[in-house]
């Protein structure tokens, strides 16, 4: 864990405070994500119980379900696809405040970070208990999803990648008669669309979605593992 940590400080995402300023620091929770690497999730019940739930972009995302809607007519299929953005709430930068908030139940001395730009920040004795705290959004803080989903959707509507907002369908609201749709889900976006049976064009939603294109040209989106 401690080298866990530690990498933090490569990407600008590290912060410390002394242990008696943590409330309900968090353990960790490894989750399989694929053969070569684990999903690192942040066990914040405790704090998130702390924690006003907002009300935000999150409850107006799309569900699959709303993909039955879409129906292919006489003589053709429905083809789709799945992309996401890498590590985005990773790459979110957080308030001093906030990353204090996403403290880890770690056992450390600010010697154990020494050299580390958040040890310089910090200021702290080399022998004062220490946790690490991670200046990002993390998976398991419940408003996680809000910031994220709304932000994303801010970003896109901002810029030509996005839907006017009257060719949008969200929560609640009736699914329009259409050919094609995609779903925005906070990292992940799908499209689905028809096409002739048997035909070997790729839909528009086929094709890399101009989301992960504006993202990947983002200043300071970095990936971090």
């Not at 600010?110 to 705290?133: E, I, K, M, V, Y």
């Not at 200046?135 to 994303?152: E, F, T």
Request: charge should be positive; aromatic fraction near 6%; include cysteine.
């Amino acid at each position: 864990m401690l080298a866990f940590a530690r990498d933090w400080e490569k990407f600008d995402k590290l912060t410390l405070i002394p242990q008696a300023h943590a409330f309900e620091p968090s353990p960790l929770l490894a989750t399989w994500k694929t053969d070569e690497m684990d999903r690192t999730l942040f066990d914040r019940r405790r704090r998130n119980a702390w924690e006003h739930r907002i009300e935000g972009a999150s409850a107006q995302m799309s569900t699959g379900a709303q993909l039955l809607d879409v129906q292919a007519g006489p003589g053709q299929e429905l083809v789709g696809c799945v992309d996401d953005l890498k590590d985005m709430y990773p790459s979110f930068d957080a308030s001093f405040p906030r990353a204090a908030s996403n403290a880890i139940a770690l056992r450390a001395q600010a010697s154990d970070f020494q050299g580390a730009n958040a040890s310089r920040a910090a200021r702290l004795p080399a022998t004062a208990a220490t946790l690490p705290c991670q200046a990002g959004l993390v998976m398991g803080d419940l408003n996680a999803p809000c910031y994220g989903q709304g932000s994303h959707v801010g970003v896109l509507s901002t810029s030509s990648a996005a839907y006017p907002r009257e060719a949008r369908a969200l929560r609640g609201q009736p699914f329009p008669v259409a050919s094609h749709a995609e779903l925005l889900t906070l990292d992940d976006r799908v499209g689905i669309a028809a096409r002739p049976r048997g035909s070997r064009s790729m839909p528009a939603t086929r094709s890399p979605s101009a989301q992960v294109q504006l993202f990947s040209r983002a200043r300071g989106l970095k990936s971090m593992k």
